[in-house]
């Protein structure tokens, strides 16, 4: 049976992008911190020159990967990815929740589907024996929480404050339970994994 | 020189209380949760029976302990533990910031100091080669990061949302840099340690 797993990165102070976010710059202004961690140092949307993973945050990035049957992202962060360059990035199918599914463009590797339980059901199924990934945004991954969708929360801590921007749990009032059940360091990122308690 | 090391347990969602704390309830409604790393599992206001924290909890303590030289607290924080029921819990001096030092009581072991960046110099002073331990509330730990006065941040994350109470980043709008120095885990909390950059 597939385990959902929301993924998402965060700055200490909680925030998932910082100020003004937009499709030019999907992690806000001075946001690009926050996945520091994925690049292997520093990088700007401006430079634009990217590393790759190394360390505690590569053996993150290849455990999760090792596992993926399936991703799941909603259509902000679609669009705030410039729709990854119009064809899916990853080797196994993407669901992404819209409210209008016609929207989907042909030849992307993209679904477009109506509704996150139904997203999440035909990701479960796609998965198989892997796992589905729920890479947000941040409203996807609340609305997947409160409705006891989510299996697994993996929170990457940049070490950062950023002071302003998208809160991960903005306006989210839900007891969640949780499980530690693991936990890598590198200078760019705490990753911190979680099983949901049901 | 001693360094200024702030620590606090926060939830995932950032609360370092639960809804309506006060003087007999320091941690809020169901924010028991927070500190059942401090004493080794489950307890309640209610009850009051404690344990003693084990394992990476207890190793993280006994780090912090061998390094202890003096400890800082804001007066809200004073209150809400009921002043430790009259007497300093630590073997080490312990500073209390207050705008109104004429409270400080004869014979408990506290000193009442009106200022937090003076309370910080005088802490530091009695610490001679061991750290201050900055304890908080929020508003303390906020305050000196805004004046650049912390070397050090821990933060102990329990594995809960509490959905509401106070929020450790509250109205904080700076940006600070942190470098991650260390990570322990147990099944009660994730203990991130940074160094604030400067």
Redesign the interface.
């Given at each position: 049976m597939p385990k959902v797993v929301a993924s998402i990165t965060t700055s200490?102070?909680?925030y998932v992008t910082g100020p003004r976010d937009g499709p030019e710059r999907g992690l806000g202004e001075?946001g690009e911190?926050l996945h520091y961690w994925v690049f292997g140092g520093p990088w700007t949307y401006a430079g634009g020159a990217r590393g790759e993973a190394a360390g505690e945050d590569k053996a993150f990035l290849d455990a999760g990967m090792a596992r993926l049957g399936a991703v799941v992202g909603g259509r902000g962060t679609y669009e705030a990815a410039d729709h990854w360059g119009g064809s899916n990035p990853w080797p196994v199918p993407f669901y992404v929740v819209t409210h209008h599914p016609d929207d989907e463009p042909q030849d992307g590797g993209f679904t477009f589907v109506d509704g996150l339980a139904t997203a999440i059901d035909r990701a479960r199924a796609s998965a198989r024996d892997k796992d589905v990934s729920l890479m947000g945004g941040a409203d996807i991954i609340r609305q997947a929480?409160r409705d006891g969708l989510v299996d697994e929360v993996s929170?990457s801590?940049a070490?950062?404050?950023?002071?302003?921007g998208k809160r991960?749990?903005e306006g989210?009032?839900?007891?969640?339970?949780?499980?530690?059940i693991?936990?890598r360091?590198?200078?760019f990122?705490?990753h911190?994994s979680?099983r949901v308690k049901r």
């Amino acid at each position: 049976m597939p385990k959902v797993v929301a993924s998402i990165t965060t700055s200490l102070d909680g925030y998932v992008t910082g100020p003004r976010d937009g499709p030019e710059r999907g992690l806000g202004e001075g946001g690009e911190r926050l996945h520091y961690w994925v690049f292997g140092g520093p990088w700007t949307y401006a430079g634009g020159a990217r590393g790759e993973a190394a360390g505690e945050d590569k053996a993150f990035l290849d455990a999760g990967m090792a596992r993926l049957g399936a991703v799941v992202g909603g259509r902000g962060t679609y669009e705030a990815a410039d729709h990854w360059g119009g064809s899916n990035p990853w080797p196994v199918p993407f669901y992404v929740v819209t409210h209008h599914p016609d929207d989907e463009p042909q030849d992307g590797g993209f679904t477009f589907v109506d509704g996150l339980a139904t997203a999440i059901d035909r990701a479960r199924a796609s998965a198989r024996d892997k796992d589905v990934s729920l890479m947000g945004g941040a409203d996807i991954i609340r609305q997947a929480l409160r409705d006891g969708l989510v299996d697994e929360v993996s929170i990457s801590i940049a070490p950062i404050t950023l002071g302003d921007g998208k809160r991960l749990f903005e306006g989210f009032a839900e007891q969640v339970e949780l499980e530690p059940i693991g936990v890598r360091q590198s200078p760019f990122a705490t990753h911190i994994s979680y099983r949901v308690k049901r």
